[in-house]
Structure formats: C-alpha cells, structure tokens
DNA sequence: CACCTCACTAAACAATGTTTAGTAACTTTG
DNA sequence: CAAAGTTACTAAACATTGTTTAGTGAGGTG
C-alpha cells in the first residue's frame, strides 16, 4: 500500500510516513502490553515498569509514546468502552423497544457481572476525571449510553409507561443497574452468603423490570 | 479516677494503666490528625508522612500504634460509618415503616451526596476488604444495613408491597440509592449539565418511591 | 564522509509505605 | 541510689512506582 507509493516519493514522504506507521505500531504494542498485564494483575498491578519489562524496553521509553500513565488508562479505557458496546450490540437488532430495553439492561449487568475489572475501570476507578470529555473512551461512552436513553425515549413514545419523563426513568433504570453492578464489583454484598449473590442480582433485575411496567 | 488507686498498686497496676492510657491517646491523636488530612485532602492526599507531621512525630512512630496504614484505612471507615448512622437516625422514630423506608432511604441518599468522600471511604474505595468482616467498621455498617432490611420488613408485614420477598425488595432498593450516589460521587454524570444533576437525583428517588409503592 | 536527528536508555529524582538499628528516657531491681 | 532492663521514639535506609534528564549510538542527510 505504501511502498508503491514510496518509489515515486522516497525523499519527500516514505521515510516519514514508516516512521509514523512505527510510532502507532509502537503505541499499540504497549497498549497491548498494558491490556494484558490489566487483565493479570488488575489496574493496581498494572504500572510502567511492568509495562516497558513485557516490551522489552526501558521505562522510559513508554513516554516517548505516551504522555503520562492516564494517557495509557484513556487508552485501556477506551478498550473497556469498546468491550462493552460490543457486549451490548446484540439488543440493538430488537425490534420491539420495551424488549429492547429489557435486554439491553440485562446485557448490561452481564456485562458487569463477567467483566468487573472492566466496568470498575469505566465506572468505579478514581482515576483521571479531568478533561475526560475530550477523551475517545467518553465520546464511545455517551454513544452507548444514547443508545439506551433513545431506547427508552422509543418505549415513552409508544406509550409503554404513563410517565414521558424519559431523562428520569432513563437515569433511574441506570441507577438501579449500576448500584447492582457496583455493589458487585467493590464487593459490598458480603452480608449476603456468596453462592445467592448473583441469583439475587438476576431477582433485583427481574423486580426492577416489573417495577418499571407500572412507570 | 485512677491516682487513688494508683495509691495502692503503685507497682502493680497504675505505671500500666497509664501506659495503656497513654497508647489510646496516641491513637487518637494519629487517627484525628488523619481524619482533618482526609477531609482536607482526600484520602488520595493522606500519607503516612502527612500524618507524622500534623502531630509532631516521626513517620516510624505511626507504626508503633497502627500496624499499617490499612488500619488507619479501617479506623476511618468506622467513622465514616458513625457519620452515616448518625446522618440516619432521625427517620428511626418514625412509626409508620413505609414512611420510614422513605425516610430513610432520602437520607441514605442526602448523606452520599453531602459527604461524598465518606460515602466514597465505605463503598467505592477498593482498599483492603479482605478481612473486613472482623473490623469494627463492617459491624457498624451491617448494624445500619440491619436495620434498613427490618424496616423492609416491617413493610412486607404490614401489606405495603404486593411482594412478600423482603430480601429482593430491600437489595433492588439499595442498589438504585446506591448507584445514584455512586454516579455522583465518582463524577459519571457528565452528560447531564451540572446544574439539573441533583434535581434529577431527587426526581429519581421520587420515581423510585412511587415505583415501590407499586411493588 | 562529516554532520545531524532521533529512538532509546541508564541513572537519577520525587513521593510514599515500611523496616531497621540505635538512642535516650523511663522503670525496675538489688 | 546506681546498675540493669525496658520502652518510646527517631534517623536513616529500603522498596516501589511515576517521571525527568543527560547522554549515546545507529541510522538518515547533505
């Protein structure tokens, strides 16, 4: 793709360009890295050092290709996001807006429930709030969570609640499957005996869908 | 109180009794220094070192009264905890259970989103959890739960829900106060503008009371 | 071929949790 | 009361981790 290109331009462009092909290449091998050591160790686990280690580099070159460490958790981040658009896709081809809804939220706290590192990080991790409304990992994440108040926009339109407060049921259905998720993953529900755990999260889910019927 | 005994057991008792005395202050001295640095700073800005400063004392000499700083974590915990009971025992001596759970549950609420860090120290900090079940904090924390889940209850017996299932009752109700908080105090809640955030908190609590009602 | 740029690194710095070895004051003992 | 023992405290060090600095050498340029 670029070498044809390359020998017309050899001066002017393809030394260059090879070089940014590097950088990204670079960038995305120590994201990589980061992904996995992530998925071992957790994000406390995870640090530069371990980072450069598994890419047989020093440490300091993981600035040359990235800012900071948060620059590296936008990064991870964004992955998370990915991962759990992914997880949720499948509700998107269902016709029906209320059954939408129902197996969007259920995919949702699937999601949490088989990927608590992974939600933790979008949603639980102190982390680096700054300016991340310029963050890809946010632009991905307010997509999805679009998806699902235009959802619920659908259901308000086709009269499935009495209530047309969409912005309120919205947040308060994702209140309910946050708290659950979360509860979940920072492990607060240990008054509970550990094999009805998920079994109560699945009846919270079931209650809650009924609740919303009488909106 | 104990200079009069000190009288009869000058060398069996009251050098010690002093001496344990004197622990206790110390503790309290490091855990108040650690409380005002927390409240200052976060618990991000609050170090060992930190600590050792506001009080006058080497940084080593924290260690002779808390093994580490886990257990200065647990100590804060249990205060977090008092704050929280504390913040709740008005809707106690409320005699109707329905008006109660409200009550309680808007408090629960008012007192995540008045005192974020401290909701932030019991539920969102991943910390060490993993022998929490023996410290006192958890005790205090299960005590107030206990009492949340027995007004639930007391509902349930009254014939305020159609549902008899206490258990999933309570933990649906939980889990939405919870994730509310949650998204505020961990700053997910972005998309909406500042300004309309804890009106559309408070509209969501109201939701939740009326969807309940319908349980 | 001399120059230069740039990727990379060793080493250091800074912050923070924790341990060690020692000192000085206090307490006990003969 | 003096010697011996105990204890509270500390300076200094060590370990970990994020980050910066000053350089080095290999590859590209004129």
Redesign the pocket.
């Known amino acids: 793709m670029f070498s044809n290109f390359a020998l017309f331009s050899r ?1 002017t462009m393809s ?2 360009e ?2 940014e092909r ?2 990204a290449e ?1 960038r995305s091998l120590i994201l990589s890295a980061a992904h996995h050591i992530f998925k071992e160790k957790g994000y ?7 980072i ?1 280690e598994r890419i ?10 990235y ?4 620059e590296i958790f936008y990064a991870l981040q964004y992955e998370a996001a990915a991962a759990k658009r992914d997880h949720l896709i499948p509700a998107a081809s269902i016709e029906d807006p209320w059954q939408r809804l129902i197996e969007f939220g259920r995919l949702y706290v699937d999601f949490g429930l088989k990927h608590p590192d992974w939600y933790d990080l979008l949603f639980l991790t102190r982390a680096p709030m700054e300016h991340i409304e310029n963050q890809e990992c946010w632009t991905l994440g307010l997509a999805t969570h679009s998806f699902f108040t235009e959802t619920v926009q659908a259901c308000v339109d086709a009269r499935y609640f009495k209530s047309t407060d969409t912005q309120t049921i919205a947040y308060t259905l994702w209140c309910h499957a946050h708290g659950l998720v979360s509860l979940f993953v920072r492990e607060r529900m240990r008054m509970y005996p550990p094999e009805i755990r998920e079994e109560l999260a699945k009846k919270s889910f079931t209650m809650m869908v009924k609740m919303a019927e009488g909106l």
Do not use: Q, V
């Open positions: 001066f030394i260059a090879r070089k590097e950088k670079m406390d686990g995870l640090n530069i050092r371990s450069a047989e580099y020093s440490p300091a070159t993981i600035y040359l290709y800012k900071d460490k948060n």
